[in-house]
């Protein structure tokens, strides 16, 4: 079945220590984000890559980097994990970047920095 | 700045009709969406508008009202297996999804 793979599903993870959170499409989608989800806020957007290659910072990109070595991979990852980055990843694409086009969404991961 | 704003939870009976708000102001406009999400899952599309009116499709529909800044879901013939988040997106100048917290649907038999 086509769409978007996330791993792991869940991590508990001491603080300071590095970690890369994984997303696959098989969609072929040119475009593909990483958001965070965190109770009482909108999913807010970290980084986003609109084609191999490239990549952007989005509203909270600190402590974060990503990658876009293919179409199909885009990697997330925490240097030094800190508690505040404890939330619900979530990993999605679109066909068509910079456009109207429907952003689908992989299962997330779940992370806890103690 | 950029905000959406919705109700944080909703409480309605199975079978009924319940709509959901949302106003939304941000740094351009290039429509707005509203995505469904079951407690533990991914967020999953359900509607977009651009143009004012109401766009239906099936059980659900989806309003949108530009010069107020104003949107709306409507569920009809509710089912248990509607209880769930309710997620309104506006896509600003950029094309960037600004997202709204959420409106946690909770359904009674």
């Known amino acids: 079945i086509a769409g978007i793979t996330q791993a792991p599903t869940s991590q508990i993870l001491a603080a300071g220590r590095r970690m890369t959170l994984r997303c696959t499409q098989d969609m072929r989608h040119n475009a593909m984000y990483w958001y965070r989800q965190d109770l009482g806020l909108g999913l807010r957007l970290i980084h986003y890559?609109?084609?191999?290659?490239?990549?952007g910072k989005g509203e909270v990109p600190d402590g974060y980097s990503v990658s876009r070595a293919n179409t199909d991979d885009f990697p997330l990852t925490l240097a030094s994990a800190v508690p505040s980055q404890t939330s619900v990843y979530f990993c999605?694409?679109?066909?068509?970047?910079?456009?109207?086009?429907?952003?689908?969404f992989g299962p997330g991961t779940r992370l806890t920095v103690l | 700045g950029q905000n959406i704003d919705q109700p944080t939870e909703m409480t309605a009976t199975e079978g009924a009709i319940v709509q959901i708000n949302c106003t939304y102001q941000t740094s351009g406009f290039n429509g707005l969406f509203w995505y469904q999400q079951h407690a533990g899952e991914a967020p999953t599309f359900l509607s977009y508008?651009?143009l004012d009116g109401l766009e239906e499709k099936g059980r659900f529909s989806s309003f949108l009202s530009r010069s107020k800044g104003y949107s709306y879901l409507l569920l009809k013939e509710l089912q248990m297996k509607d209880s769930a988040s309710y997620l309104c997106a506006s896509l600003d100048s950029n094309y960037q999804l600004i997202w709204g917290a959420g409106t946690k649907l909770i359904i009674k038999p």
């Open positions: 999605a694409s679109s066909e068509v970047p910079e456009s109207t086009d429907t952003q689908y």
């Open positions: 508008n651009v």
């Open positions: 890559s609109n084609t191999a290659g490239t990549t």
